[in-house]
C-alpha cells in the first residue's frame, strides 16, 4: 500500500468529504475494513516492531548456546551447552573434543546415556582462514528437502560473503576430521577416537 493510502487509513480522513467519512465510521463496508486492517500492518510496521539485531562483538570467536534437550530413554529434558562456533586457535581443546568424539554430545543426568547433538556449528581454523560448516549427518541422506536446504546454505554463504574466508560444508563431524582435522592434531592413537 502506498504511504498516502496508509496516512489516509491512519488519520482516518476519508478524500471524499467529512460528511462522508462520518457515514463510513458508522457503517463501514467490509471491504473498508479489510484494507484499513492491512494498511495497519504495512511491513513498514513489522520492521519497526523487530527489535534490531546486536551482532556478536567478535565474529570469529568461539560461541556457545544452550538447549534444552530430551533423553529418548528416560524422557526427561535437561539443559545441554552446544558450541555453535568453534574457533580452532581459540579453543583448541574443542578441536581435541571433535578428534576423539567428545564434541557437542549430550549427557543425560539420569541415565548418563551419551548423545551426539545433531545441530549445525561450524569450525574455524584461522590459519587456513576456513570456515567448515558441520551440518546434521541425516541431511545427508534425508533428501528431498532440497530447497529447505539451499536456502540454509544460502544463509550459511551470506553470512560470510562479505569476510576473506572460504566455505565449506560437511555432514557430520567424521568427514570434518577427515578432511580438515588430519594435521591439525599431534598423533592420537586410533583406539582414543
Ligand atoms: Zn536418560
Redesign the pocket.
Known amino acids: 500500500m502506498s504511504q498516502e493510502a496508509k496516512q489516509a487509513a491512519d488519520q482516518t480522513v476519508d478524500p471524499r468529504g467529512e460528511a462522508e467519512s462520518a457515514r463510513t465510521a458508522r457503517g463501514m463496508s467490509a471491504g473498508d475494513e479489510l484494507l484499513i486492517g492491512l494498511s495497519a500492518a504495512t511491513p513498514e510496521d513489522e520492521d519497526a516492531a523487530t527489535p534490531t539485531e546486536q551482532p556478536p562483538v567478535d565474529v570469529f570467536a568461539t560461541q556457545w548456546t544452550e538447549f534444552d534437550l530430551r533423553?529418548?530413554?528416560?524422557q526427561?529434558t535437561h539443559y545441554v551447552p552446544f558450541c555453535i562456533f568453534l574457533n580452532a586457535e581459540e579453543s583448541p581443546e574443542l578441536v581435541q573434543r571433535i578428534t576423539s568424539g567428545h564434541f557437542n554430545v549430550k549427557r543425560?543426568p539420569?541415565?548418563?546415556?551419551i548423545e551426539y547433538v545433531e545441530h549445525p556449528y561450524s569450525y574455524y581454523d584461522p590459519a587456513r582462514q576456513l570456515i567448515v560448516q558441520v551440518r546434521p549427518e541425516w541431511e545427508w541422506h534425508a533428501g528431498g528437502g532440497e530447497e529447505w536446504y539451499a536456502a540454509r546454505l544460502e544463509d550459511f554463504f551470506d553470512k560470510w560473503s562479505e569476510y576473506d574466508v572460504k566455505i565449506e560444508v560437511v555432514f557430520g563431524p567424521q568427514p570434518l576430521i577427515d578432511r580438515f582435522l588430519q594435521d591439525a592434531q599431534p598423533a592420537l592413537t586410533p583406539d582414543q577416537s
Open positions: 533423553c529418548r530413554d528416560c526427561i543425560c539420569v541415565c548418563h546415556q
